[in-house]
């Protein structure tokens, strides 16, 4: 089954500074890559997606790079801010012909510092 | 805008009792999921259920777990025997056909086994 793991564990920057984390993906036939956020004690929410037809993606301060050569993918954060402070979690799954499980990474818990 | 919602928020069981966590899906949401989260860990895919029928299930998914979709609305866990490690936040998401992929997370039960 698909394996996703997911660097760093945690990430502090600095208010106004850029973030990036980073998972790499073990099934090559996956092809749907999103990215969640998760605030201490809430639900996940769905910040960015990517398919795998695509290589980049941005939404403002976030975007989400994928190279299915090298089966790795990265969301990006500009311009920090202090509500940014949350666990990021990425997965990835085969979206095609059934209902299909998203596997997730371990999650990279991002400080903003003031 | 309509979200997925889950209850109870929070239960509490002895070891060995059954319990039915409930989730009222997205109401044009054709595909339902079950997850878990173990307290620091990453989220966990347990099945997917589509056509009132299991879709695809993670190894965790055993005998001990079941879901129904007993009406129109609802659509429920059920561990039969509950064991200490079953202890975890489990989310209910739910995703409107497979092709569009977002999957949309409910705020979850927390399930505290003692």
């Known amino acids: 089954g698909e394996n996703v793991e997911q660097h760093p564990s945690t990430l502090s920057v600095q208010e106004g500074d850029s973030a990036v984390i980073k998972c790499t993906y073990s099934d090559s036939a996956s092809n749907y890559f999103p990215w969640y956020k998760q605030e201490l004690g809430k639900r996940p929410q769905l910040i960015i997606d990517i398919r795998s037809n695509v290589g980049e993606k941005k939404d403002q301060r976030i975007a989400v790079t994928l190279n299915k050569t090298a089966k790795h993918f990265s969301l990006h954060i500009t311009e920090t801010q202090p509500e940014d402070s949350a666990v990021y979690f990425c997965a990835a799954s085969r979206v095609g012909g059934g209902a299909d499980g998203l596997t997730f990474g371990k999650g990279t818990h991002l400080i903003i510092q003031p | 805008e309509p979200e997925v919602t889950q209850t109870p928020s929070h239960q509490v069981t002895q070891m060995g009792q059954e319990v039915i966590l409930r989730c009222v899906p997205i109401?044009?949401?054709?595909?339902f999921y079950w997850y878990r989260q173990i307290l620091g860990q990453k989220v966990e895919f347990l099945v997917s259920?589509?056509?009132?029928?299991?879709?695809?299930k993670s190894e965790i998914f055993d005998d001990q777990f079941s879901v129904e979709r007993p009406d129109g609305s609802n659509f429920t866990l059920k561990i039969r025997s509950t064991k200490l490690e079953d202890s975890a936040m489990y989310f209910c998401?739910?995703?409107?056909?497979?092709?569009?992929?977002?999957?949309?997370f409910g705020p979850g039960t927390r399930l505290l086994v003692l």
């Open positions: 259920f589509y056509n009132n029928e299991i879709s695809e």
């Open positions: 109401s044009n949401h054709l595909y």
């Open positions: 998401a739910s995703s409107r056909t497979s092709r569009q992929e977002t999957q949309y």
